[in-house]
């Protein structure tokens, strides 16, 4: 079923989005901007690691990523392997490295342009791009298990000459909830029209409860943002007023229900379902089973700023208008429909998921009431989205997958209604019961990357 957790996820700090643009491979959704697709949604394992898997297990030792750049800036290709790793039963470690060889082609391409006549002086200032450090970055990860329920967690990445990233994580596990704390400086964001934030000081700490067996889900956290947010890649508009400086208290609780119109059971044994030497065993466990259903999330979330700075620089007037408390609904509904058991090389899985967010209940009601008039200041949230997922087997391991996020609103006035739109490759790893490594590309962020995806569907 398409992520439902996507909902409650969104309304805090902490859903990731795949990204290039930083090591760990995920910036993090704004709370308040329409709920990601599902293909958008970040790796559950953490970017070094996921390096060292896929370097273990494949023949693959560089995974390639895409990011549009300005000409004078990174570079948009670039190869990212990992160079170190010391692994203990308490602690990991891994260094990684990022290579820019689009940026040196074009730098030395430009250098012999330029020649007039060769002489040694010309090899020297080519051999000079070789060691260039704005064509490297290096990251350092390290992983630490305090007790058998705590661990904690520690990144820095430096990017040429761009400045560096720092990152802190410390995750306790409760009997039915998580505590996490996170730290980082600065923090990256992304907004639904893919246009990227820094936020120099990003601190939460929150505790969510696990999916009880009636459906009720519930989330408590508090967030610092610190510092004026820039841009990255946006050219115009100021920072979403969830970015700027302050201390917010959130709370969100919601209520999940399933049921199957008719669903082809796979072997019952577990070890039936996950037996490499058995001609039926699916390249992915959690998508061996034809179905039917339709599936659904209601909730609502309060959040109250408890600390608002008088003075934000470089801020316009919609900063005195954050609300200092503010309650809202959403909700989704989801409609899956699946074909084969993805056993056999060939037409043997095909799957569609339809699913209908209403991101703000009380945005979307304002739209109502209003007849619908366009309004330059209304919240992005006001139009419910569709999102749309098509799966379809290639041959063997390989599925073709498109994801695609459609305004509803944007169908009845003008441009576009396709809001974003992603298409991947993926290749399911027989050796698990649920992972794969996913080639996917972003048209709408010009952005793409290889990752290693696991327990999805």
Not at 262 to 286: A, F, G, L, V
Request: charged content about 25%.
């Amino acid at each position: 079923m398409a992520k439902l957790r996507t909902a409650i996820d969104s309304a805090f700090f902490d859903l990731n989005v795949a990204s290039p643009q930083t090591f760990d491979g995920c910036a993090r959704s704004i709370p308040g901007d329409p709920f990601p697709v599902d293909g958008s949604v970040a790796s559950r394992l953490l970017r070094p690691l996921q390096l060292s898997f896929i370097r273990a297990n494949s023949p693959l030792w560089v995974l390639p990523s895409f990011s549009p750049t300005s000409p004078r800036d990174l570079g948009s290709f670039s190869l990212h392997s990992l160079l170190f790793r010391f692994a203990s039963p308490t602690w990991w470690l891994g260094v990684t490295g990022q290579f820019r060889p689009r940026k040196l082609i074009a730098e030395i391409k430009n250098e012999i342009s330029n020649i007039d006549e060769f002489d040694i002086s010309i090899v020297k200032d080519v051999t000079r791009h070789f060691i260039n450090k704005s064509m490297f970055s290096l990251g350092i990860h390290s992983e630490f298990a305090l007790t058998s329920s705590t661990s904690a967690s520690f990144s820095a990445e430096a990017h040429g000459e761009k400045g560096r990233r720092q990152k802190l994580m410390v995750y306790h596990k409760l009997p039915e909830h998580d505590l996490t704390f996170e730290a980082a400086w600065p923090q990256l964001f992304v907004d639904h029209k893919g246009k990227y934030w820094d936020v120099p000081e990003s601190i939460s700490a929150d505790l969510s409860s696990l999916v009880s067996e009636s459906g009720i889900r519930y989330h408590i956290g508090i967030h610092k943002n610190g510092g004026n947010p820039s841009s990255v890649n946006a050219t115009d508009g100021s920072p979403p007023l969830s970015l700027l400086p302050g201390l917010c208290a959130k709370a969100a609780i919601t209520y999940e229900m399933s049921r199957d119109y008719w669903r082809e059971k796979t072997d019952s044994e577990e070890e039936d379902i996950w037996d490499n030497n058995k001609k039926n065993t699916p390249y992915d466990s959690r998508l061996a089973e034809p179905h039917a259903a339709i599936s659904g999330t209601m909730g609502g979330s309060c959040a109250s700023w408890i600390w608002n700075p008088e003075n934000i620089v470089g801020t316009d007037s919609r900063e005195v208008n954050r609300s200092r408390f503010s309650a809202d609904l959403f909700g989704s509904v989801c409609y899956s429909y699946q074909e084969g058991k993805f056993t056999k090389d060939f037409r043997d899985f095909t799957r569609v998921d339809a699913r209908l967010d209403i991101p703000s209940a009380s945005a979307f009601a304002k739209k109502v009431f209003s007849g619908f008039k366009r309004d330059v200041n209304e919240q992005a949230a006001a139009s419910p989205r569709l999102n749309l997922i098509f799966q379809q087997q290639i041959a063997g391991p390989f599925v073709f997958r498109a994801d695609s996020r459609v305004s509803l609103m944007s169908m009845f006035g003008k441009g576009g209604p396709i809001e974003d739109f992603i298409c991947s490759i993926n290749y399911s790893l027989k050796s698990l019961p649920s992972g794969k490594i996913v080639a996917w590309f972003s048209p709408k962020r010009k952005e793409g990357m290889v990752e290693l995806r696991l327990l999805e569907f």
